[in-house]
């Protein structure tokens, strides 16, 4: 009953491949988010989704590329990774644009070798 | 852009202390401010939260202070314990933005 659930929880990859990061909640929410975590645990938002479409894009490589099938699913595609790619990538989510909490997930650990 | 949370990256505290984290935010117009917990291989959780019109709330050994003339806001844990051993992150919302911008964080660190 996980609310927002993220596949894979590891991910070990050499440089240039391309991977994908699923993501999906539970929690009815129509919000959806994806942040990176550097190795001194800040966090920068990434991308967020709401009810499928793109309405934040921050300056992100486009190796990066976000889809949204439905409000409860967002994915993330890398291509041709780099080492700097290496961080943990959470999966977020809420309802709406207001002022309220996000709901995370409990991340992956991407490691570019 | 939003800067938030420019300092204290560790706190020491002994178990039973009182803990305060402190943070710091440069946009005069944020008008929701979050606290998370992050532990180790786990995602950031809600602590608690405070909107622009008020100036404290209390949660459960938690309480969240708002100074919004220096652009300050606390978080001060009561009878700290091992469990609250973890990084804390503080994060503003800025009108009508869904985006949430994170501090920098702070790692409590609770001694026996």
């Known amino acids: 009953d996980t609310a927002v659930s993220q596949t894979p929880k590891y991910l070990v990859t050499q440089m240039g491949n391309d991977k994908s990061i699923k993501c999906e909640q539970n929690l009815g929410h129509d919000t959806m988010y994806w942040y990176k975590q550097d190795s001194k645990k800040f966090l920068k938002i990434m991308f967020s989704y709401n009810n499928k479409e793109l309405i934040i894009n921050e300056t992100v490589p486009n190796r990066f590329s976000p889809k949204s099938p439905d409000k409860a699913h967002l994915n993330l595609h890398i291509n041709s990774l780099e080492l700097g790619d290496s961080a943990v990538y959470f999966c977020a989510s809420r309802f709406g644009y207001s002022a309220e909490k996000l709901f995370f997930g409990s991340g992956t650990q991407l490691s570019v070798l | ?112």
């Open chain 2, 1 to 112: 852009g939003e800067s938030v949370g420019l300092h204290l990256p560790t706190l020491s505290v002994q178990e039973g202390d009182n803990s305060i984290i402190n943070c710091a935010y440069s946009n005069s117009a944020s008008d929701y401010f979050i606290w998370y917990k992050q532990e180790s291989g786990k995602g950031p959780q809600f602590i608690i939260d405070i909107r622009s019109n008020m100036d404290k709330r209390q949660g459960q050994r938690v309480t969240v202070l708002l100074n919004k003339t220096v652009k300050h806001l606390s978080l001060q844990i009561a009878a700290t314990q091992p469990g609250d051993s973890a990084v804390y992150f503080c994060a503003v919302i800025t009108g009508t933005a869904s985006k949430l911008t994170f501090g920098t964080g702070t790692r409590l660190q609770v001694t026996l």
